[in-house]
């Protein structure tokens, strides 16, 4: 089992920044990558970015080529972020961190963030 908690969301105004983190725990060996997906009212979950155990990064296809969206790890701390700056109000969700390992994933309790003035 993997635990993952999220942490950082919150209300900011458009053009603000947060940066997302989420700290895994438990059997966290062999996680093939992590990622961050958002959830929207009334609207389907979607990928935001992932990183590979490596380092590697993909974008989801509502945040690719948006240069102020990044995703990182910090493989001491077993933790990976997401740094959003310039934030809009369309990157309104519920945050949610992701593990994959193997055929099994592990999901977050999920993270708000409200854009918003």
């Known amino acids: 089992q993997v635990q993952l908690v999220e942490s950082g969301g919150g209300l900011v105004q458009p053009g603000g920044s947060l940066r997302l983190s989420c700290a895994a725990s438990g059997s966290i060996f062999n996680i093939d990558h992590m990622a961050w997906y958002r959830q929207a009212p009334g609207k389907q979950r979607d990928l935001v970015a992932r990183i590979t155990s490596d380092g590697n990064t993909d974008y989801g296809y509502s945040v690719k080529g948006r240069f102020t969206i990044s995703i990182s790890r910090d493989n001491a701390k077993n933790t990976v972020y997401l740094q959003m700056n310039s934030l809009k109000p369309e990157d309104t969700a519920v945050y949610y961190c992701?593990?994959?390992?193997?055929?099994?994933?592990?999901w977050g309790q999920g993270t708000q963030v409200t854009v918003s003035s």
């Open positions: 992701a593990a994959f390992q193997g055929r099994r994933d592990y």
